[in-house]
């Protein structure tokens, strides 16, 4: 694990999510996505023997980037993925104690949040930046009236149907959001390693157009 302060800006604020990955293609897949500038990667836990991709990729690339693991729903699974070495925990819900595990562990953490209760309760247990998950209930409108009471400084990842073109991302960077979290859009089982990059190419592309 990583006990480094995570900056923001020292990163592509796009967080790749490969669900459904295997650890024999693990290696390859991430390798693209880092060739094409990504800087955080996420298996969700309900991959294919997701925490053995985990390590896999912790063991191989170290520290340089943040890797981990999504879909961590509970206590015993967030110290499954502290174990592997990870230090990137995101989660679809908000869990306060799933929180303070991963930030007590140096883990770069973004809970799952859709209310300024869950959104004020994660950042309360001292969470990175929170997921606005699904950002599709939210809409426009419902972030920016979340954005308006969250402290300004709150690092915010739309994650849920995000496309790779400045239609998709603008409307929430012009609210404030930094990043976004990349699904099935940017990977699925069974792409090739050309539709990835070009996958990963066009979300760049549409980010830094924003």
């Known amino acids: 694990m990583t006990t480094k302060s995570f900056n923001l800006a020292e990163n592509l604020p796009l967080v790749a999510i490969i669900r459904g990955v295997t650890p024999s293609e693990v290696i390859d897949v991430a390798q693209v996505l880092i060739e094409e500038g990504f800087t955080m990667i996420e298996v969700p836990l309900n991959s294919p023997d997701a925490l053995v991709s985990i390590k896999t990729l912790v063991d191989h690339f170290g520290h340089d980037y943040y890797i981990g693991a999504g879909t961590v729903t509970t206590p015993e699974l967030a110290q499954q993925v502290i174990d592997t070495g990870a230090n990137l925990v995101v989660t679809p819900n908000f869990h306060e104690e ?95 390693r050309d539709e990835i990059r070009n996958n990963a190419k066009a979300y760049v592309a549409a980010f830094n157009a924003c």
């Open 98 to 192: 799933v929180v303070k595990m991963s930030i007590e562990a140096g883990c770069v953490t973004f809970p799952g949040v859709v209310t300024p209760t869950e959104a004020f309760a994660a950042l309360a247990a001292g969470a990175t930046g929170i997921k606005l998950f699904p950002v599709t209930m939210l809409g426009t409108s419902g972030f920016k009236a979340l954005k308006s009471v969250l402290p300004p400084e709150t690092i915010c990842l739309p994650v849920g149907g995000i496309s790779p073109t400045t239609e998709s991302m603008k409307p929430y960077t012009d609210l404030g959001a930094q990043g976004f979290g990349l699904g099935a859009a940017l990977y699925k089982p069974g792409m090739t």
